[in-house]
């Protein structure tokens, strides 16, 4: 087994370095060298782990072994044991009693899941979503159990707050102020309420956190009806998501069935029940008012606030709206305690947060970060970079709300201030990676192609003002870009960030403004000098056959307009009137001899 | 809370009664994006194994571990073993999963994420 790759983590924390942790390391040190494996692991220092009691902490990847109260004359064992005969010195492992990070213990893959911090998914793709069984083995229902039990609402209210939990569905309102605002209400009746109407092009952190585990979400907002005192739960989700909904309606029978959900809750006074209702994918019902109308069975629109929907929400009640990933943090406060939540994070964000990394970008997929990590660890360290050798250019957060940054932005820290302060959004969570091959131009005109497309129409400078911006942008990409259309942009833009009544249209001239802002000279290219300096539109692009061309014809056969023309062995030529650029010769050539200029 | 803790025990030991602990556990990720990535048929494969004989395996599905490019994935997970989790697994390659890993106990490294 020498010849294994290990990579150790040694926690370097202040609690783990009084107890001589850094001795230890040194030590440990020592006996690779004296085994002489050192070449074959790999050392990381990490900051407080949290497990300051247990310290000194060493993990062993892969397979995430977590030893603890280290001794100095534990490290020969470990080392003789684990790294030369494979086997982890059992007598030396510490069990967690946290509900995060479960993750890691079952899978090797640390260079993508060791940076991360799973909370919210902490179980998403250990158990089994479909057996409730799986759940309760987690500690699943004990939040439930623990909040009813034990604590009054005022109490619970009191704990979410402390964490610094806030909204995860973008707008970061603090999740234990809107708590207050709802028990405060006086009226008997009131409603909890699930946003699970993720419409963000590119985004699927609620799909996964749903079909990885559906029951977290359940038990959050089972709490939440207990802190504010209502009966009722109500899941919005897309009726895109087929398999979130069976998996949903599997687990609120089965919580049913073991008295989770329904009458006197585990025994107490407590009832809640939930229900599914479906949305039809509308963007705009992801916005709280606009969801509301929804669910009454009106046209989803939004309206003025205030009343805000703690005060005034479904059907005139009092109503607690909070965001998928919201809701699954809730059990993980309880049980872990705020205290240790709110040391998570930066000064105003506290947790974790759930990106759905999509794009130019070898890793994509699904990833929990603490509150405070950079954009860079997230791109290049758990994304690996881009792919191809091609250059970073921009990343996009927060979807069709959000704003695009450039390379100076990658280590801004990832809380709901920086963000904004760099003139993006945290957003749901979507983030997109563009490397040197994408248009900004064309990137925009897709993010306001989908708001034009889902504005609901209410407000004018919305409904209208998209469309006009869709208009300019069509047409600078089409290389019909006029002196001043950039200014015209900045105006709409400003205009429609004032004067519409939701987030929806508030946000929508986002990542137009964004990529003015931060790459306003491919704008001025594409409109004075007809040129997109990535190839993508296609209408400032044209293809030439190069000197190097040694005349095979490949080209001629796949032009589907005989556009081509050359004899063999002879220097071919692409007729630019006849061309429609499908880019099928670029494809075809196999020695590079056709240009994209 | 009582009644949560005696729940809890209950549910471990009806997970271990169906044969948690004492086989080899395969894992097959099961979330929208993993399904159209193909994970049903690798699914298939596995439960087409166990019907024709092959013992000592508790199979199960997961949701979505965020791996996405590298989908389907299924894990192997032995007591007392560092887990093994293949990723980009087809219905080839999940037959030779239980072919190589499952009845002779090889991990097949270059498979391995």
Request: hydrophobic content about 35%.
């Amino acid at each position: 087994m020498a010849d294994k790759q290990y990579k150790l983590t040694f926690c370097d924390g202040s609690g783990c370095l009084k107890n001589h942790a850094r001795e230890f390391r040194q030590l440990f040190e020592e006996e690779l060298r004296r085994h002489q494996i050192q070449q074959n692991v790999q050392i990381h220092l990490s900051g407080c782990l949290g497990m300051c009691t247990k310290g000194p902490i060493l993990i062993v990847n892969p397979g995430y072994i977590l030893y603890g109260n280290l001794r100095s004359e534990d490290a020969p064992e470990i080392v003789q044991e684990h790294l030369i005969n494979g086997k982890p010195v059992s007598r030396l492992i510490i069990q967690e009693d946290h509900l995060y990070n479960r993750f890691f213990r079952i899978f090797g893959d640390s260079e993508f899941f060791g940076r991360q911090m799973r909370i919210a998914l902490r179980n998403c793709g250990v158990i089994d979503p479909e057996k409730i069984d799986d759940y309760l083995a987690m500690r699943g229902y004990e939040a439930l159990a623990k909040v009813l039990t034990e604590m009054t609402p005022q109490q619970v209210i009191e704990e979410v707050k402390k964490s610094g939990l806030r909204g995860r569905g973008g707008a970061g309102f603090p999740t234990g102020l809107k708590w207050e605002y709802t028990a405060k209400q006086s009226d008997p009746e009131k409603y909890v309420i699930c946003n699970a109407d993720e419409g963000d092009p590119g985004a699927f952190m609620d799909r996964s956190a749903i079909e990885g585990d559906p029951h977290t979400v359940l038990e959050g907002m089972i709490i939440g009806g207990y802190a504010i005192g209502s009966r009722q739960g109500i899941i919005y989700i897309r009726a895109e998501y087929p398999l979130a909904v069976q998996r949903l309606k599997k687990a609120i029978e089965d919580a049913r069935r073991e008295g989770f959900l329904g009458e006197r809750i585990l025994g107490t006074d407590f009832s809640f029940d939930i229900r599914i209702c479906l949305g039809a994918g509308a963007f705009v019902c992801g916005e709280e008012t606009a969801l509301i109308h929804s669910i009454e069975g009106a046209r989803g629109m939004p309206r003025p606030r205030p009343p805000y929907p703690s005060v005034s929400g479904l059907f005139g009640k009092p109503t607690l709206i909070n965001n998928v990933e919201t809701w699954a943090n809730i059990p993980v406060i309880i049980i872990d305690g705020a205290d240790w939540f709110s040391r998570i994070g930066t000064a105003t964000s506290k947790g974790t947060k759930v990106f759905a990394l999509a794009g130019k970008v070898r890793n994509t997929g699904l990833v929990e970060v603490p509150m405070g990590t950079t954009l860079r660890d997230i791109i290049f360290g758990i994304g690996g970079g881009i792919p191809n050798g091609k250059k970073f250019k921009a990343v996009q957060t927060g979807g069709p709300s959000g704003g695009c940054l450039p390379e100076k932005y990658l280590d801004t820290q990832i809380d709901y201030e920086s963000l904004a302060k760099a003139g993006s959004i945290m957003g749901s969570g979507g983030m997109i990676v563009i490397d040197e091959d994408s248009c900004m131009v064309r990137m925009a005109r897709f993010f306001v192609e989908f708001t034009q497309d889902e504005s609901c129409g209410k407000c004018t400078p919305c409904r209208e003002g998209t469309k006009r911006m869709l208009e300019i942008l069509t047409r600078i990409t089409r290389g019909q870009g006029k002196p001043g259309d950039i200014e015209k942009l900045e105006r709409l833009g400003t205009m429609i960030q004032k004067a519409s009544l939701c987030g929806l249209g508030q946000s929508a001239p986002n990542p137009v403004l964004s990529t003015i802002r931060n790459f306003r000279e491919e704008y001025e290219e594409h409109i004075h000098q007809k040129k997109c300096r990535a190839h993508e539109c296609t209408a400032l692009l044209s293809f030439v056959v190069q000197d190097n061309c040694v005349g095979c014809g490949a080209c001629k056969r796949v032009c589907p307009v005989n556009a081509v023309s050359g004899n063999r062995k002879e220097k071919h030529s692409i007729n630019p009137n006849l061309c429609i650029k499908c880019g099928q010769c670029y494809d075809a050539c196999k020695f590079n001899a056709i240009a994209k200029v | 809370m009582d009644l949560i803790r005696k729940k809890r025990a209950e549910a471990v030991n009806r997970i271990i009664s169906k044969g948690y602990l004492s086989t080899k556990r395969v894992y097959v990720g099961m979330a929208t994006c993993e399904i159209a990535a193909g994970s049903k048929e690798v699914m298939a494969v596995f439960q087409d194994a166990i019907a024709k004989g092959l013992t000592d395996v508790y199979l199960s599905q997961k949701g979505c571990a965020g791996r996405c490019n590298l989908e389907p994935t299924v894990e192997v997970v032995e007591e007392g073993k560092i887990p093994v989790k293949y990723g980009l697994v087809t219905p080839e390659r999940a037959r030779e999963i239980i072919e190589r890993h499952l009845k002779k106990g090889e991990v097949i490294q270059e498979w391995v994420i």
